[in-house]
């Protein structure tokens, strides 16, 4: 049996924060007040695009005091499979949105004796709200942020406003970068690492601090992975019996869900691993684009990750 | 549901006893005919009405007598409640899921007035009647951990999510099936069930491990489990295992439809909002064999699973000592044919 | 059987880089180090060892490995308050490694917790005696040094016997009264822990 953990929610406000960020306000329909989330936590946003069901993870970057309202920030990707193109230029103040509870893959680690935020981009939101409860209860923390320009980076002058010694920003368009390395090297014993923005970001900052001979458990990762478009396939749902075509800009797994199969999934960015799904047949490729299965069990190729990953070939059966 | 408290005693004289509504809502936990330990899990949600699973938190009969017996054992070792200091955030959560549950299941027994963070809460069944602050251990009794604990049945575990795994890290255990929250504070998912036999061999636990990891907010879990206890004793702890052990010798072919009972834990697993930790409530229902044998097709039953259960699993559980007086007890109920599917009564 | 609460000691593995790296070892311990490497590795010249000998001889063996930094300790103790100051000033580069016996290796990775560094990112490896600590879970007093189960506390008196449950926590064993049931029967003790 499935249940329905969704709510509806109005957009209460648009505001345009970067020069292709806009950051949307949510309230209950209901009137009733949102769920209390913990920092780091993201909402999955469903929407209607073109008669087409997407369904979209955003970090909550609201205050996590404030029960009455979430807020998201939405970056305007040119040439994406959708989404963020249709929550730029068709939601307006007044719509109606169906979003998910809040589900927490990037939460601070309790036991961490000071904590280092590294943001690209708009990977920023996710801290918002971290830094505001580690202020409240005393906690020790620095943000790096990194923006192309300043007109491209959101919320980097109300940061610098509110934590003034603890925030600070590069700005590529004015021939600045944070060099990581130096930035990693003396760290106290006790810090933890948590890196939100892009794949090429995130990995040369591991891979720094790997070779520095940080622990494995000090790293923390967001990635807002959007599911690559690609060729058109079809694929057979072995459990339920139906035949499914992904489109070119489509997911395997919002495919799925359009073929009123459900399914599990919590990032829908290929990390978390709960939309793991076994294989059965395939006489073809599996092009892996998730971050989460070991190298052994792609070769294996009976597994795959529906969020992200996609198939050329001319068979593919899943179990679901 | 119109609920009559009963007043009894859990040690001593033993005068807990089920009334035939308690027998009839008992969660019997074997939906077939054997025995073999699995995660089964479901979704908790809200079940047929004259239930143990009609409210998502579930007072009984047995409500305030519980309640005593635990404040007599926190009296006697208060480390039965513990919780490590990064758990403030998540015993808060608590606090406000189990009053929440409580007040909207019963509203007669229960209420919590907010205004903001100041709160009014009435449990009228223990007389209690406080104002306090959310967020604020000044204005409460005791940490809200301990404060909502000793007003709702059943042992909890509150456990922290971090490195991939889950970490015991807060709890009240004051009716457990042999387990010390003393000594497992602090440990991790695969630690702190080290002694369960067979169930590491099988997978179970990873799997568990990943199942519960993925509990999301709005969407509990549960699961049954199981043991046998001698005695309707709550406080059946390992730190007092020397002075109750001994009762195990006590049954005979005469007394055991009295004195053996059925344990059956509801286990349930809530994503905490604020603080990203999960709260697994333990509740345990005792049912003698006697008034098991008064629902023919749950003795019926009884009898073929004790049958199969692996001896390990029957020795973990603590009742291999009386398991073959448990199955002559049951075996004048089996009728040989084939009993009706899932674990209700009829 | 493996014991599942127990700590994993995967054994010392020299090949993963830091800025730095400090061993603490103890007795036999040593030896986890000293069959790993020669004195030309070149993450000695990175390395710290605090070396707490009680009663075993590879002083002189650790000296020739002439690492950036020597320290031998007349007590476990006096190592591990010396490993805490250490620590206070260190950073994330640095790589922790710890030897010995398993109660040696739980009062380490319990010191290391204080500074924020998580059990799993210590590597350990277990050396010497397997004798136990146990906590008897009725009295709550610890048993040091335990070889043989079952055994009687010699606080509470109860006659326990050594469950293969560890609590990291409070770096013991778990020790449950064996006659509980029976109060009149004393199993015979068996060595198994030398």
């Not at chain 1, 792609?298 to 990750?305: A, D, L, V």
Request: charged share 20%; aromatic share 10%.
């Amino acid at each position: 049996m499935t249940v329905h953990t969704e709510m509806s929610v109005t957009v209460t406000d648009i505001e345009l924060v970067a020069d292709a960020i806009k950051q949307f306000t949510l309230e209950r329909v209901d009137g009733q007040p949102m769920p209390a989330f913990a920092p780091g936590a993201h909402i999955v946003v469903s929407m209607m695009d073109a008669g087409r069901l997407r369904r979209n993870p955003y970090s909550l970057m609201s205050s996590p005091r404030d029960p009455w309202n979430f807020r998201i920030s939405v970056l305007r990707v040119e040439r994406s499979r959708g989404g963020s193109v249709f929550m730029h230029d068709v939601i307006a103040v007044g719509d109606t949105l169906t979003i998910s509870q809040p589900v927490n893959l990037f939460p601070v680690d309790i036991l961490a004796r000071r904590n280092l935020f590294i943001a690209g981009g708009v990977g920023i939101t996710p801290f918002i709200p971290m830094m505001e409860v580690l202020n409240e209860k005393g906690g020790v923390f620095e943000l790096y942020y990194s923006i192309r320009s300043r007109s491209h980076g959101a919320f980097w002058s109300e940061m610098s406003a509110l934590y003034p010694n603890r925030v600070k920003i590069a700005v590529g368009a004015e021939g600045y970068r944070f060099d990581y390395h130096e930035l990693l090297i003396n760290q106290p014993l006790g810090t933890h690492l948590y890196v939100c923005g892009p794949k090429l970001m995130l990995e040369h900052i591991f891979n720094i601090a790997r070779d520095l001979g940080w622990a494995q458990e000090n790293l923390h990762f967001e990635l807002f992975l959007a599911p690559p478009s690609g060729s058109p396939f079809t694929a057979k749902l072995a459990s339920s019996g139906k035949e499914i075509v992904v489109a070119e800009h489509q997911s395997l797994l919002e495919s799925v869900e359009e073929a009123g199969v459900d399914a599990p999934f919590l990032c829908r960015a290929g990390a978390c691993g709960q939309c793991e799904t076994r294989v059965l047949a395939s006489d073809g490729e599996i092009i892996h684009n998730d971050i989460f299965l070991t190298d052994e069990e792609r070769k294996s190729g009976t597994k795959i990750m529906p969020c992200v990953s996609r198939f050329v070939g001319v068979g593919l059966t899943i179990e679901l | 549901m119109d609920l009559k408290f009963t007043t009894e005693t859990y040690r001593d004289d033993f005068s807990f006893r089920n009334s035939p509504e308690a027998i009839r809502r008992y969660p019997f936990p074997f939906h077939a005919d054997s025995y073999m330990y699995a995660i089964n899990m479901e979704d908790h949600v809200a079940g047929k009405p004259g239930t143990a699973y009609e409210h998502p938190i579930d007072v009984d009969e047995h409500y305030i007598s519980e309640m005593a017996d635990r404040a007599l054992v926190l009296k006697e070792d208060p480390l039965r409640c513990q919780a490590l200091s990064h758990m403030m955030t998540a015993q808060w959560d608590t606090l406000e899921l189990l009053m929440i549950h409580q007040s909207i299941a019963y509203p007669d027994l229960f209420t919590l007035e907010r205004d903001k963070d100041k709160c009014h809460w009435i449990n009228r069944p223990l007389g209690i009647d406080d104002k306090f602050i959310f967020g604020d251990r000044s204005t409460l009794p005791y940490e809200p951990m301990e404060y909502i604990m000793r007003q709702s049945q059943g042992d909890f575990c509150i456990v922290d999510q971090r490195d991939n795994s889950l970490w015991m890290d807060a709890g009240m255990v004051t009716c457990q099936a042999d387990w010390s929250l003393d000594f497992d504070i602090g440990m991790s998912f695969m630690e702190w069930h080290a002694p369960v036999p067979m169930a590491h061999e099988l997978g179970i636990f990873d799997r568990a491990l990943k199942f519960l990891m993925n509990v999301q907010q709005g969407r509990p879990a549960r699961r049954l489990n199981w043991t046998m206890t001698v005695n309707p004793r709550l406080d059946t702890s390992p730190e007092n295992y020397h002075k109750w052990g001994s009762e195990k010798t006590t049954v005979t072919k005469e007394n055991i439809g009295a004195k053996l009972h059925l344990r059956c834990e509801l286990q349930s697993f809530w994503r905490l909002p604020r603080s990203n930790a999960l709260l697994f409530p333990i509740r345990q229902y005792l049912i003698s064999l006697n008034d098991i044998a008064t629902i023919p097709k749950w003795a019926c039953r009884m009898h073929r699973v004790l049958k199969t259960i692996p001896d390990p699993l029957a020795e973990y559980k603590g009742f291999s000592r009386n398991r073959q007086l448990a199955i002559d007890f049951f075996a004048p109920f089996d009728n040989g044919q084939e009993t009706t599917k899932g674990a209700d009564p009829e | 059987m493996a014991i599942k609460s127990r700590p994993i000691y995967n054994g010392f593995d020299l090949e993963m880089p830091a800025q730095r790296h400090i061993f603490v070892l103890e007795g036999e311990g040593a030896l986890a180090l000293l069959e790993k490497v020669n004195p030309s590795h070149p993450m000695l010249g990175q390395s710290e060892i605090l070396y707490s000998p009680v009663g075993s001889s590879h002083e002189q063996a650790i000296v020739k490995l002439n690492a950036a930094n020597f320290f031998t300790a007349p007590s476990s103790e006096i190592l591990l308050n010396r490993f805490a100051a250490i620590l206070s000033t260190a950073t994330m580069s640095t790589r922790l490694y710890a030897a010995g016996t398993e109660g040696f290796i739980g009062a380490a990775v319990n010191v290391a917790a204080r500074y924020g560094v998580k059990s799993a990112s210590i590597v350990k490896e277990h050396r010497g005696s397997l004798r136990r600590r146990v906590q008897c879970v009725h009295c709550k007093g610890f048993n040091s040094d335990i070889t043989a189960s079952p055994f009687h506390c010699e606080h509470c008196k109860l006659y326990l016997f050594v469950r293969d449950h560890f609590s990291t926590r409070l770096n013991a064993f778990q020790g449950v009264c064996v006659n509980a049931e029976e109060p009149h029967l004393f199993p015979e003790p068996v060595e198994l822990y030398q």
